[in-house]
């Protein structure tokens, strides 16, 4: 039986999160009229990605600080975050804010992608993999893969799936995707007391 789990991204606008799980799963998250014509991620938005023993569905959270309450709704729930770096721009306000988020939404798993890799140089590459380290020490994230990627070369997407499958199966070994127990009794239909019986 595949395992189930749900991939959450995060990380500040522009830095390419819908364009990396378009790259990963076909799927353009952006939907909406209004995302397509701003070109940019205004509500939540699915995608899927079968990796053979692991089925992930994927939530792709808007980075605008406007929209920071439809990231928590996105968040909320989720497995593993991606966490999502521009490699030309760095660590920048919504990726710290949503790492806060995901850290007090208790996520526990996760992975970095440093997107946009192809507009920069190794040097470049290596300084903002530097600061990323610095910025997730003591997290969750502390010791996640950094993963370079380019959603317009394909540079690292097999590493990243790879990357991704081996920590589903890790995750999904520790945490069974069981149902939350119900409390004894509580499982049957009971009558709903605001009804008025005939
Ligand atoms: N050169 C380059 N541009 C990218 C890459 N990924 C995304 N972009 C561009 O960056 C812009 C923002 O991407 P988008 O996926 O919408 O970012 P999001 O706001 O984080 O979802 C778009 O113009 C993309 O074409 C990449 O890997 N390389
Ligand atoms: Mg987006």
């Given at each position: 039986m595949p395992r189930d789990l749900i991939l959450g991204t995060a990380g500040h606008?522009?830095?390419g999160k819908t364009s990396l799980v378009k790259v990963l799963?076909?799927?353009?998250?952006?939907?909406?009229p209004e995302e397509k014509a701003r070109g940019i991620t205004i509500d939540i938005g699915f995608a899927n990605l079968d990796l053979g023993d692991v089925r992930l569905g994927i939530v792709d959270v808007p980075g605008h600080e406007r929209f920071v309450k439809n990231m928590l709704a996105g968040a909320?729930?989720?497995?593993l975050a991606l966490l999502v770096v521009a490699a030309d721009d760095s660590v920048m306000p919504q990726t710290r804010e949503h790492l806060e988020i995901l850290k007090l939404l208790g996520i526990r798993n996760g992975l970095i992608a440093l997107t946009?890799?192809?507009?920069?140089d190794e040097t470049t590459r290596d300084v903002v993999g530097l600061e990323l380290r610095e910025l997730v020490?003591?997290?969750?994230?502390?010791?996640?893969p950094i993963i370079p990627t380019s959603a317009?070369?394909?540079?690292?997407i097999t590493e990243l799936k790879d990357a991704l499958r081996e920590m589903c199966l890790r995750v999904g070994g520790e945490e069974p995707n069981t149902p939350a127990p119900l409390p004894e009794g509580k499982g049957e239909r009971q009558p709903n007391p605001l009804t008025p019986s005939l």
């Open positions: 606008i522009d830095h799963t076909g799927i353009d998250c952006d939907r909406l909320t729930g989720i497995d946009k890799a192809d507009l920069v020490r003591g997290s969750f994230l502390e010791d996640a317009h070369t394909g540079l690292g």
